[in-house]
């Protein structure tokens, strides 16, 4: 039986060592330059402040966080399965970072579709409260 990698894969790292293929000359001690970087990118480096983009609250955290590595596995419940051996779906229920990440090696270029139902307001959690003076409050 083969043995299963229980971590998801490291983005962080895999992107420094695409970087580093890609411009081996931007890393100093395994640091990035980032005017070097900017330098080998010419034209495509955003020197504005402004700029259109999609933001929100804690989003800066998010990103890191899809970036973090995690030790978890899928488990089958075949008892509230229907048709287990002979199905070709899966349905996975559980926070959605922490299952995206799981599924990332298993399923790599095998998923045609993921549809995420997102849990805003469920249950006693309400993160994003429904109110314009609430949100302000939060963002600043």
């Known amino acids: 039986m083969k043995k ?16 580093k293929e890609i411009f081996p000359d931007v890393f100093t001690e395994d640091k990035i330059d980032f005017e070097k970087l900017k ?11 402004e700029k ?44 959605n970072l922490e299952v995206l990440k799981v599924i990332q090696k298993a399923y790599y270029k095998k998923i045609k579709m993921i549809y995420i139902d997102p849990p805003y307001n469920t249950g006693k959690d309400f993160i994003y409260k429904n109110n314009l003076k609430n949100y302000l409050s939060m963002t600043g």
Do not use: C, H, M
């Open 39 to 49: 330098e080998n990118l010419g034209e495509l480096v955003e020197e504005s402040d």
């Open 4 to 19: 299963l990698d229980k971590e998801s894969l490291d983005l962080l790292k895999e992107n420094i060592e695409k970087l």
């Open 52 to 95: 259109y983009q999609f933001t929100w609250f804690g989003k800066k955290k998010a990103n890191q966080l899809t970036l973090t590595p995690i030790k978890a596995t899928l488990r089958p419940d075949k008892e509230l399965s229907k048709n287990w051996d002979t199905t070709k779906n899966i349905y996975i229920e559980g926070d």
